[in-house]
């Protein structure tokens, strides 16, 4: 059985809901990322050296780290849901492309804004910088219901979180309107439900999120 080690309210909530999507069974371990270790005290570090979550450990035990590529991995154990395309296509490399994108531009962009060492300008230049992003995401979702066309893969997972993250950390998506829907789309899915990941209060504090009463939010919450 494969084992995700995650924390509550982290980005490590889209590898669940990829884990869901593939009916496999999965065992979940928490992890407290302040402190470093599980919740038995056991040091997280020797399990992870990174101290990042999230990490999938395999059913043979071998560990897989970084969001991206654990989603590829957990799509590939059951490959014929099409969770992502095939090896050795261009929609491969397509999915490898957005998920490297989210990675590189959204998550770790986000992750800034939630350190309370971040100086409020430099918070206020991530805000308006990530709307880039958040703005390409939503030209996408105006071509088809999914980010990679008119099938769900883990992409859609990890952009789900990345939307989430992005309406806690008060940024402007208001406009938005295909991410709109497509977060719709998305919490219809049983897999979504399955994560209780609705529940924005789980999300972690910021000193800088301020709990905005926007039509995302009260959505995300409710
Ligand atoms: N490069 C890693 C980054 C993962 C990451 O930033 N994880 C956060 C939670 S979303 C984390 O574990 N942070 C450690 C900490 O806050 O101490 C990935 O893409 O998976």
Redesign the pocket.
């Known amino acids: 059985m494969m084992t995700l080690y995650y924390?509550p309210g982290?980005?490590?909530l889209a590898a669940q809901i990829a884990l869901h999507e593939t009916r496999l069974a999965f065992r979940l371990v928490e992890v407290d990322?302040r402190n470093q270790s599980l919740l038995d005290g056991t040091d997280f570090h020797e399990i992870n050296p990174k101290?990042?979550?999230?990490l999938l450990e395999l059913q043979d035990g071998e560990r897989i780290?970084?969001?991206?590529v654990?989603l590829t991995c957990i799509a590939d154990q059951a490959p014929c849901l099409e969770l992502a395309p095939m090896h050795g296509t261009l929609e491969r490399i397509r999915l490898l492309e957005t998920l490297n994108f989210i990675?590189t531009e959204m998550?770790k962009a986000n992750?800034f804004l939630l350190s309370p060492r971040i100086d409020t300008t430099t918070a206020a230049y991530y805000r308006q910088w990530l709307r880039g992003p958040y703005e390409w995401l939503d030209e996408q979702l105006c071509r088809a219901d999914w980010l990679m066309g008119h099938h769900f893969t883990v992409a859609d997972a990890y952009a789900f979180v990345s939307v989430q993250h992005a309406i806690h950390l008060n940024i402007n998506l208001s406009d938005l309107q295909a991410i709109d829907r497509f977060m719709e789309h998305m919490q219809r899915r049983s897999s979504v439900q399955a994560t209780a990941c609705l529940n924005v209060a789980r999300l972690p504090d910021s000193s800088f999120a301020e709990k905005a009463g926007s039509n995302h939010t009260q959505r995300l919450s409710a």
């Open positions: 924390s982290t980005y490590s990322l101290g990042c979550v999230p780290s970084e969001l991206a654990i990675a998550h992750s």
